[in-house]
């Protein structure tokens, strides 16, 4: 009786679990048979034979398929022996189960006796031969098996070969594709989706989910998933989950593939409720994966130096991953973590861009108005559109009590209220600390800090900012930032408020120095005592704090046309570099002159000659300002200059 050989294999993909052939030179060593036969003597039978065989197999004999199917999956079996007339077992299943799993493992059917409904039904399934023990001598079975084996393993060498080639060449499609896409859009979203529609079509995936990891929020954004339709749809509607706005937590204290992740290692497995965990019941969980035909599962993580920043999700309708599948994504993680990578970085950039043009646009602001309450209510229009927060607080220091007061204090609306203190001794809580040792906080989880400062109990979650105000080496203040909700602060936004904050330090202090001069009755008889002659009032910024009202007999320009601009708009331009040099020199203690003349521009555009008193305003030992009292003598120098000619002729 002859020997039956099919070649139908299952077309498809056949890398589902690499089954290693013990070939060495032309020779197996020792290779493994598994016979499933309930004949308890013709099982002893065929064992011995195999064993005894000059090819030497070593043989692991069952009398049923009860836990074939984990033998299988340890890759110890080269060839699969099974009686067509088991008492207990379908035949026909465990051929087709075996050829989804593993389908180069060679499977030979046997029989006591020939039938032809038997071959029929073995070509039909795809047994790789079958095999009538009547008329076959014994002997002649190890040859026939050691054939298949090597036949089976030629093919199985050819199909990986090719299969491999076609794997690297979509690899690098893939990922060339990826990386110009992002240069060209910068749309990270648009990528990853881009990426799981190729990883599915290309590498012959069920289903590929990639997400992004929001710190902040401790969890994962799904940015790419595919197939969408009706798996979406399915879960929208069954568990209410939207792949748009739903963050699946990360929880590796709960999650065997959240464990996986921190650690930064890649899990493989076969059940959905390992990779949802507490997101969902395993249920739930495993109803997904059978209505997304999902039998195995990769994951892994993208991480940067920083930390993680994302991760890939890839279902497969067959039950293992080959290693040129495994090398194909482990690839394409590392591509798509320097994407990730590539997008924190460009959209920082872009973020801390936009926060310097607003600093620049607030600090023209600032600079424009010497009114106390203006500068405050800048800072709470414009801080908030700069770094969002729930509370914003102004503190100024007491010099005198040696604690910070809370100036001005603005709470969002629709946030809970909580108690905070007004009034900070130096060196107290977070706050008070910032201020005593001249130098910014940033304390995410703020509440969970000891040092802390409250006045009644302590906040369920809160996030803290706090950046001392300081001009030269004086403290005027504390700016504070708070936050009640899972959103933290960032090194990016600490960066922004510090140069916001040193532009308001200018602002105060000018202003400050304007508030002074309005309440001061020494310098308002001052002026009352020059009003033939215009009085200046300079900070040390070069930027004029205040005129009196002659300025515009003498100029033409109101009060409010000049007041916190730059000085040298005024002076002739031949002039501005002997009155500067006098600026710089009596700012910085060194010997100018205290009186000099100049030519100035009025608004007209005439060019006037004025004599220019000045005096050094000093503070605790530091110039802050001059005070400047200018006369037009341009009339007296013209009247001298014809007198001078009439006397010549």
């Known amino acids: 009786m002859p020997v039956f050989s099919f070649e139908n294999f299952p077309r498809g993909c056949y890398f589902l679990i690499p089954i290693e052939l013990k070939m060495h030179k032309g020779t197996f060593e020792k290779a493994h048979v598994l016979l499933i036969e309930d004949s308890i003597d013709l099982r002893n039978s065929l064992a011995q034979i195999l064993q005894s065989s000059k090819h030497g197999f070593s043989v692991e004999a069952v009398s049923s398929s009860v836990g074939f199917i984990a033998r299988l999956m340890e890759g110890e079996a080269d060839i699969l022996l099974v009686d067509y007339d088991l008492s207990a077992g379908d035949a026909s299943t465990i051929v087709k189960t075996v050829k989804e799993i593993a389908p180069f493992l060679p499977v030979i059917l046997i029989s006591k006796n020939f039938s032809e409904n038997i071959l029929g039904e073995a070509a039909r399934i795809g047994a790789d031969s079958y095999v009538p023990l009547v008329g076959v001598p014994l002997k002649m079975l190890p040859m026939i098996l050691s054939n298949r084996i090597e036949a089976n393993g030629l093919l199985k060498e050819a199909t990986d070969s090719r299969r491999e080639s076609t794997l690297k060449s979509f690899q690098l499609d893939i990922l060339s594709s990826l990386v110009r896409k992002m240069i060209e859009t910068r749309d990270l979203k648009s990528v990853m989706q881009e990426l799981a529609e190729q990883i599915v079509k290309k590498l012959d995936m069920k289903a590929v989910s990639l997400q992004r990891f929001f710190k902040e929020k401790k969890g994962f954004a799904v940015y790419g998933i595919y197939p969408q339709g009706k798996l979406l749809r399915f879960v929208k509607k069954f568990f209410d989950i939207s792949s748009e706005d739903f963050t699946f937590p990360f929880d590796p204290a709960n999650c065997i593939v959240d464990q996986y992740t921190a650690d930064r290692k890649p899990w493989i497995g076969y059940d959905f409720a390992d990779v949802f965990g507490t997101t969902m019941p395993s249920l739930p969980a495993r109803m997904i994966q059978k209505f997304a035909g999902v039998e195995s599962i990769y994951n892994a993580p993208f991480y940067s130096n920083d930390g993680l920043l994302g991760g890939i999700v890839v279902g497969n309708a067959r039950r293992n991953f080959t290693d040129e599948e495994i090398e194909a994504f482990n690839a394409i993680v590392h591509v798509s973590s320097l994407l990730f990578e590539y997008n924190e970085s460009v959209s920082s950039q872009t973020v801390q861009n936009e926060k310097l043009k607003a600093i620049h646009e607030i600090s023209i602001q600032l600079h424009e108005n010497l009114e106390p309450d203006k500068l405050f209510e800048v800072i709470y229009e414009k801080l908030d559109d700069l770094i969002p927060a729930d509370l914003v607080r102004l503190f100024l220091f007491d010099k005198r009590e040696r604690l910070l007061r809370v100036e001005r204090a603005v709470a ?5 209220q909580i108690t905070v203190p007004t009034e900070i001794p130096l060196g107290k809580g977070l706050i008070g600390i910032a201020a005593a040792e001249r130098k910014p906080v940033l304390e995410n989880n703020s509440h969970e800090n000891p040092l802390s400062y409250y006045i009644d109990e302590r906040p369920k979650l809160e996030h803290l900012m706090a950046v001392p105000v300081i001009h ?67 900070g040390n910024d070069r930027r004029i704090l205040y005129v009196n009202p002659n300025f515009l007999n003498i100029t ?10 730059e000085f040298d708009f005024l002076i002739h331009h031949d002039d501005r570099p002997t009155v500067g040099r006098h600026y710089l020199d009596r700012m ?25 008193n000045v005096a050094t305003i000093i503070e605790e030992g530091k110039t802050t300002g001059l005070l400047g009292v200018a006369r037009d003598i341009t009339d007296d120098v013209v009247g001298r200059s014809l007198l001078e000619i009439k006397s010549s002729q």
């Open 556 to 565: 033409g320009y109101e009060p409010g046309e000049v007041v916190g601009k």
């Open 412 to 416: 969002k609306k629709g946030r809970k």
């Open 472 to 538: 030269g080496a004086e403290l005027l203040g504390v700016i504070a930032l708070t936050r009640w909700r899972s959103e933290r602060f960032r090194e990016s936004d600490l960066s922004a408020l510090e140069i916001f904050s040193s532009q308001f330090a200018i602002a105060l202090h000018n202003s400050q120095l304007y508030d002074d001069l309005s309440r001061s009755e020494g310098l308002y008889r001052l002026v009352l005592q020059n009003v033939n002659d215009a009085v200046i009032l300079m």
């Open 588 to 612: 910085n203690g060194e010997p100018a002159p205290t009186r000099y003349k100049f030519r100035f521009v009025k608004k007209s555009g005439e060019v006037g000659i004025a004599e220019y």
